[in-house]
């Protein structure tokens, strides 16, 4: 089903908002037409909780930082991720934030064209200047990048040279509670409406493993059993999730 027909049927508009006095003007954002009161769904990487995170809250210590290598001494540079479930991109801005390279791949137009017009906005305010922190978001902007498209064909469509040191995967996870979401709860549902259940990841993972330098880190719902019941070696966790860590089966030289 193409993404305009989809819209259609949840009874959902995609549509860029033009109002000076509306607080999402200039922003595209994805209404519910039949909840003309629920705040729209929208990509915003200045939002002051996701500042908040990024001044106070961001540490090397913390289980995703692990997961993806960074607790190890043997670790240096700037590993290059692909973010294979790019989603709303919150975990790509930290991971970027973290000091990865990072590319973002999201196959739903929709979804695409909200963090699309996110990362627009996040680059205008930085380019245009007072911003805080400035040098973090600079730094987000120059190593995060996105792509359109299912990640199954573009990690196939990499020879070895351009394989990332590490695939990162957060599928949805049917009845999953994402209380740590930076969407309010009504739009955590429009999304899960919007996307369903990603019940094919497992083929996403089998190719991220053949794929990842380094590793693949899957991010899971605290009491989930581990993806596609392969036992992870090693895993991380926070409050709200745990990250699953896979050291690579390509024997490649990887980051550190
Ligand atoms: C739970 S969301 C990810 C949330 C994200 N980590 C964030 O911080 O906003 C999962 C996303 O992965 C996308 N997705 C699932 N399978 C994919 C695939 N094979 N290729 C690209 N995107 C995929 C879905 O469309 C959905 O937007």
């Not at 978001?137 to 199954?152: M, P, T, Y």
């Not at 930076?182 to 899960?192: C, T, V």
Request: glycine share 8%; net charge neutral.
């Amino acid at each position: 089903m193409t993404d305009e027909r989809r819209l259609q049927n949840l009874g959902f508009e995609l549509l860029r908002v033009q109002d000076e006095h509306d607080p999402h003007d200039g922003r595209l954002v994805l209404r519910d037409i039949n909840e003309g009161r629920m705040l729209p769904l929208a990509v915003d990487f200045l939002e002051p909780r996701l500042l908040h995170r990024l001044k106070h809250g961001l540490s090397k210590r913390q289980p995703m930082a692990r997961a993806l290598g960074f607790g190890s001494a043997k670790k240096a540079g700037r590993p290059y991720v692909i973010d294979a479930t790019a989603g709303l991109g919150v975990d790509s801005f930290f991971m970027a934030a973290l000091g990865c390279r990072v590319l973002a791949v999201e196959r739903s137009e929709t979804v695409a064209a909200l963090l699309e017009d996110g990362l627009r906005r996040l680059r205008a305010a930085v380019a245009r200047g007072g911003v805080e922190p400035y040098e973090a978001l600079n730094g987000i902007v120059e190593r995060l990048s996105l792509v359109k498209g299912d990640a199954r064909e573009v990690l196939a469509s990499l020879d070895e040279a351009e394989c990332p040191d590490i695939v990162y995967l957060d599928p949805m996870y049917p009845e999953e509670d994402r209380s740590e979401s930076a969407l309010p709860k009504k739009g955590m549902q429009m999304f899960r409406r919007l996307i369903g259940d990603d019940a094919d990841v497992e083929s996403v993972f089998e190719i991220a493993r053949k794929k990842a330098r380094d590793r693949v880190v899957v991010k899971r719902p605290l009491r989930a059993p581990p993806i596609a019941g392969v036992r992870p070696t090693h895993s991380f966790e926070g409050k709200t999730a745990r990250y699953d860590m896979y050291h690579s089966q390509t024997g490649s030289p990887s980051w550190g």
